[in-house]
T-cell receptor
Framework: DGGITQSPKYLFRKEGQNVTLSCEQN?????MYWYRQDPGQGLRLIYY???????QKGDIAEGYSVSREKKESFPLTVTSAQKNPTAFYLC????????????FGEGSRLTVL | GQNIDQPTEMTATEGAIVQINCTYQ??????LFWYQQHAGEAPTFLSY??LDGLEEKGRFSSFLSRSKGYSYLLLKELQMKDSASYLC??????????WGAGTKLIIKP
């Protein structure tokens, strides 16, 4: 079945450590997105990519990094520079239509100890 | 600035009807989405409106008024499984989504 797979679902990290969240899709979508979700707030865009080897910063990119070496994959690294990394992270993709809906992965919950 | 407003929480009774409102202010507008999100899970697409009016899809309907910057999601014949957060998101002139904080809907028996 086509879809988006995020891993890990739960992740614990010590302060000062970098961690990478995986996002893979087999929907043949060009556009991929990373969002952060905190209680009581809307989804906030971290990074997005509309084509392989190209990506743009979203509203809250500081302390995060991404790569887009393959169409199917868009990993997110949460670096030690991110001051408050504990959150629920959602990866999404979209097809060719600008007005198309987003397809989301199941999310990764990161907790910094 | 760009802004989406929706109520934080609503409570309704099983079998009843509930309307979740959303108002938006965006630079340009290319449509409005509603997503459903159960706790700890991914959002799933419910509806997309770009023209004024009501669109019905089974028990769920979505309405848009572009002149008022207003949309609502109408849920009929509520079931316990409808307990979830409902996210409103507007597509701006750059085709970027602006998200509301979500409305947590609690269904009581």
């Amino acid at each position: 079945d086509g879809g988006i797979t995020q891993s890990p679902k739960y992740l614990f990290r010590k302060e000062g450590q970098n961690v990478t969240l995986s996002c893979e899709q087999n929907l043949n979508h060009d556009a991929m997105y990373w969002y952060r979700q905190d209680p009581g707030q809307g989804l906030r865009l971290i990074y997005y990519s509309q084509i392989v080897n190209d990506f743009q910063k979203g509203d809250i990119a500081e302390g995060y990094s991404v790569s887009r070496e393959k169409k199917e994959s868009f990993p997110l690294t949460v670096t030690s520079a991110q001051k408050n990394p504990t959150a629920f992270y959602l990866c999404a993709s979209k097809g060719i239509r600008e007005t198309g809906e987003l397809f989301f992965g199941e999310g990764s919950r990161l907790t910094v100890l | 600035g760009q802004n989406i407003d929706q109520p934080t929480e609503m409570t309704a009774t099983e079998g009843a009807i509930v309307q979740i409102n959303c108002t938006y202010q965006t630079s340009g507008f290319n449509g409005l989405f509603w997503y459903q999100q159960h706790a700890g899970e991914a959002p799933t697409f419910l509806s997309y409106n770009v023209l004024d009016g009501l669109e019905e899809k089974g028990r769920f309907s979505s309405f848009l008024s572009r002149s008022k910057g207003y949309s609502y999601l109408l849920l009929k014949e509520l079931q316990m499984k409808d307990s979830a957060s409902y996210l409103c998101a507007a597509l701006d002139s750059n085709y970027q989504l602006i998200w509301g904080a979500g409305t947590k809907l609690i269904i009581k028996p």
